[in-house]
């Protein structure tokens, strides 16, 4: 049996195909590039039962990973964190279910562990020796960190003001790190120019396509973990939307096995920060792609993101599941992030946050009804963000009682 069912990378704008024993980009249009698998051959030497006993991490999935052989997998571990219920949220959101992916378990601590575990071996298997990538913090860390994991050279730009502790990952994994005076578009014009001078793989979000089939994985963990059943609503904090786009396409593939039951796919909602929301001014105006969103700022760092590559997938992905996409202020999230911590003792990130924030106005508006069970992804952990908590103790002197 075939380790990975991985057949060709396929463009989903102009249909162009490639293979993916070579080094790949974006297609020739400029369009991102997807990857595609033999499912009809994999429905018949696959069954989901099959998975039961295999290691609880995202290699579980390997047929359906682009990764064709296992020496090739570089991995810390990741995958398969836990589902929670959320039974105080629940009552105070008044919905019947809520559920809590908590991405922040996973090495480096944030989901972007899944797109760089499978960027990186598939990188490694197509024998790319070094790296190079623009990032809001948490993918530089994750790449970083797995690059040298993989014995791969990396280099980093990242806004001088991303979470400081994504710029000590990056450091310490002996990454070559530069700051950028400006935003995650400025990093990228610099990552695009040096690497093409000095003949780098440039694994920009989206520019590169594996990325996307690590987080798709978060989608087959929801479904197993669920029993192959679906929920009615996924929420999923969007910046360069690469998570929605793999989960949507967990879904597709999975109903394609005939593993998920199948016309009955789970809504998408991509939940933005209102000073950088172009997915849902784009979502508002009935278009297929969103335009830049001048002077993007949000404290929900990893969703600053002021236009995504990928962002006609997005939409997609939210008109095919008959989704929604909404903007929190940062106010509400971080009022949202405390909340969480106090009701459920999760403490969780900014961005996660969003997505609680988005089940309580949804509610409100009527958008979601009382008997919806849906899902929030929370994509890192929070004690990555300490600032965004303001705490005030008194101090005591030494033989204090209290
Ligand atoms: C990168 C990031 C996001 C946004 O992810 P996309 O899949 O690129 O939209 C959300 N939350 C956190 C914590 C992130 O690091
Ligand atoms: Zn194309």
Not at 293 to 320: C, H, M, Q, R
């Amino acid at each position: 049996m075939k380790y990975s069912y991985i057949d060709h990378l396929y463009c989903p704008k102009c249909e162009n195909t490639y293979s993916h024993e070579e080094k790949n980009n974006l297609c020739e249009c400029g369009s991102p590039l997807l990857v595609n698998y033999d499912l009809d051959d994999l429905k018949n030497n696959l069954k989901k039962e099959d998975l039961i006993g295999r290691a609880p991490t995202l290699w579980r999935y390997h047929e359906l990973l682009p990764v064709t052989k296992e020496e090739n997998v570089v991995s810390l571990g990741e995958g398969m964190t836990p589902l929670l219920h959320m039974p105080v949220l629940e009552k105070e959101y008044d919905v019947t279910t809520v559920w809590m992916k908590d991405e922040g378990l996973l090495p480096t601590g944030s989901f972007k562990a899944r797109g760089s575990a499978v960027g990186v071996s598939k990188a490694k298997e197509v024998g790319i020796k070094e790296i190079a990538m623009p990032t809001n913090g948490n993918a530089g860390a994750a790449w970083a960190l797995y690059a040298t994991r993989a014995g791969m050279k990396s280099h980093i730009i990242m806004p001088i003001d991303a979470p400081l502790i994504t710029r000590k990952e990056v450091y310490i994994s002996g990454a070559d790190l530069h700051l950028v005076d400006g935003v995650i578009s400025d990093a990228g014009k610099i990552v695009g120019q040096s690497a093409h001078k000095h003949g780098w793989f440039e694994a920009s979000t989206l520019k590169e396509p594996y990325r996307i089939e690590g987080k798709k994985t978060m989608g087959l963990e929801i479904c197993e973990q669920l029993n192959w059943e679906v929920p009615d609503v996924i929420l999923y904090p969007t910046g360069g939307g690469v998570g929605i786009i793999g989960i949507f396409k967990a879904l597709k593939e999975l109903m394609a096995l005939g593993w998920i039951e199948k016309g009955k796919l789970p809504k998408l909602v991509a939940v933005q920060a209102e000073e950088c929301a172009p997915i849902v001014k784009a979502f508002q105006e009935k278009k297929a792609a969103s335009d830049f969103w001048p002077d993007s700022k949000t404290k929900a760092f990893g969703i600053n993101v002021p236009k995504a590559l990928g962002d006609f997938l997005v939409l997609e992905a939210i008109y095919e599941t008959e989704g929604y996409a909404i903007a929190i202020s940062d106010e509400d999230l971080l009022k949202e992030q405390q909340l969480v911590a106090q009701k459920e003792g999760a403490f969780i990130c900014p961005e996660g946050a969003a997505t609680f924030a988005a089940v309580r106005k949804l509610k409100e508006q009527g958008w979601l009804k009382s008997e919806d069970r849906v899902l929030c992804l929370n994509t890192g952990m929070g004690i990555k963000y300490p600032e965004t908590v303001q705490e005030e103790a008194p101090i005591l002197p030494k033989d204090a009682t209290i």
